[in-house]
């Protein structure tokens, strides 16, 4: 199943694709996930996106489009991924679907992950992600055991550089700017499910996406067996 995660900066995207992806053992892509790699080996892709990760700008499509075409099209993505944080522009959007085509495929569901300004701005100040295996964590909702230490690897927990208060608004502002629209073009395709993460439990929003997709998928085998 090929699924991706719609929403802005700091809506509990990639909590929720890190356990969604162990629960159907398929890969989560994290667009975010693979700049920061590039940036932290100092390939010529992580010189570049550096640049424009540190002002909360996006990276230009073609750079973040080669980095998933890749990721995608190794093997262990076959039965299906999470793609958390890409698409971010309707550009991305054409080529992904485009690149599906391609292989035969299509997404199955866009989650939209709706979530007040307020929140993200709280989340975000108090996340803390672990410099080793990259796991997030937040200073108040998702603490980890040992101050500052990471539960599953004992790596060192650090605040984002674009997690200032000052970054994640611009973050905000390119997303309704730039991502938002992406909202229209899936609802139109028919294949958009909203969830709620404002108020609700981790584990509730987890289950509701679960049993989403559970529902979808027996409703796509029922019409593939010609069953309406
Ligand atoms: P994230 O971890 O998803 O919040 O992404 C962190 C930063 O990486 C963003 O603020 C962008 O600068 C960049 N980025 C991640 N995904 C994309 C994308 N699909 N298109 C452009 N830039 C991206």
């Known amino acids: 199943m090929m699924i991706v995660f719609l929403g802005p900066p700091g809506a509990g995207k990639g909590t929720q694709a890190e356990t969604i992806s162990k629960e159907k053992k398929i890969p989560h892509i994290s667009s975010g996930n693979l700049l920061r790699e590039a940036v932290e080996a100092g390939t010529e892709t992580g010189v570049k996106a550096r640049y424009y990760i540190e002002k909360g700008l996006l990276v230009p499509d073609q750079i973040v489009v080669d980095i998933i075409k890749e990721r995608i099209l190794k093997s262990d993505c076959r039965a299906g991924f999470v793609l958390d944080g890409f698409p971010r522009t309707l550009a991305q959007a054409k080529v992904l679907d485009e690149m599906l085509k391609n292989l035969g495929n299509r997404l199955d569901i866009v989650f939209y992950f709706s979530v007040s300004k307020e929140s993200v701005v709280q989340r975000l100040s108090g996340r803390l992600i672990c410099g080793a295996c990259g796991a997030n964590y937040h200073k108040i909702y998702v603490p980890s055991s040992k101050n500052g230490i990471c539960d599953k690897c004992g790596g060192k927990l650090n605040q984002r550089a674009d997690d200032k ?45 679960s049993d989403t997709i559970k529902s979808t998928m027996q409703e796509k085998s029922l019409i593939g067996r010609g069953v309406n």
């Open 165 to 209: 208060p000052e970054t994640v608004l611009e973050r905000l502002r390119v997303y309704h700017e730039q991502t938002e629209g992406l909202i229209d073009y899936y609802q139109k395709s028919g294949i958009l499910k909203e969830i709620l993460s404002d108020n609700s439990r981790i584990d509730m929003i987890t289950k509701k996406i």
